[in-house]
């Protein structure tokens, strides 16, 4: 069965260092999501991607995120000076039109 | 703005009883509604989506209802396992349609 895949599991990372958290879609997605998830809380969104340009963002998704997909197949978010509070799980999600999506096993991202 | 409420964090039932659980958002009018189920430290796993024209959706031991009147959606699970036990998340798209907006979740323990 097809599914999301996300790398790396778990990323430590000093304060104001830039990370990259890559992502696999499902093949014939056409729409991707990244969310986070601080711990103990809920979900939230971050930001939406549909036909190479970002469709939607949250309050979250400030100038220190960016979104990319380089190629056929990965879709990656880029944090680009990591605050304390950028510590979370991140998760990527696919679906194929507005309706259920797939998310990865996420990336644990630790910075201290 | 969209706000998603589920009844209780925490929700303990006996091996064999159904669990019930209930989802209310305030503020706009989804057209659909998903849930999704959360196990610690795993990414959201979509069960079920029930659109605004239906009033009730099943499968195997799952049944959601979906009222726009009242705003609210119950998910059930009949002849509970411990294998249930997880975290429940109720996840409406937000005012865009495509993100979602989930709830804090009702994690629910069965016991055997």
């Known amino acids: 069965e097809p599914e999301v895949t996300q790398t790396p599991s778990h990323q430590v990372t000093q304060m104001g260092q830039e990370v990259i958290l890559r992502c696999v879609p499902i093949?014939?997605?056409?729409?991707f999501y990244w969310y986070r998830q601080i711990l103990g809380q809920k979900v939230e969104f971050l930001v939406s991607?549909?036909?190479?340009?970002?469709?939607?963002k949250s309050e979250i998704f400030d100038d220190q995120f960016s979104v990319e997909r380089p190629d056929g197949s990965n879709f990656t978010l880029k944090i680009r000076s990591t605050k304390l509070e950028d510590s979370a799980m991140y998760f990527c999600?696919?679906?194929?039109?507005?309706?259920?999506?797939?998310f990865g096993p996420g990336t644990r991202l630790t910075v201290l | 703005s969209q706000k998603i409420e589920q009844n209780s964090e925490a929700l303990n039932i006996q091996e064999g009883k159904t669990a019930t659980l209930t989802c209310n958002y305030t503020?706009?009018?989804?057209?659909?509604l998903q849930w999704y189920r959360q196990d610690p430290g795993r990414g959201p796993v979509f069960l079920l989506l029930?659109?605004?024209?239906?009033k009730e959706k099943r499968k195997e031991r799952l049944k959601v209802t979906f009222d726009t009147t009242l705003k609210q959606s119950l998910f059930h699970i009949t002849a509970s396992q411990p294998a249930d036990s997880a975290t429940y998340l109720c996840?409406?798209?937000?005012?865009?349609?495509?993100?979602?907006?989930f709830g804090k979740g009702t994690r629910l323990s069965v016991i055997a």
């Open positions: 996840a409406p798209p937000n005012s865009g349609n495509t993100p979602l907006v």
């Open positions: 999600a696919s679906s194929d039109r507005h309706n259920e999506q797939f």
């Open positions: 093949s014939n997605h056409l729409y």
């Open positions: 503020n706009y009018s989804p057209a659909y």
């Open positions: 029930i659109r605004e024209n239906e």
């Open positions: 991607f549909y036909n190479n340009e970002i469709s939607e």
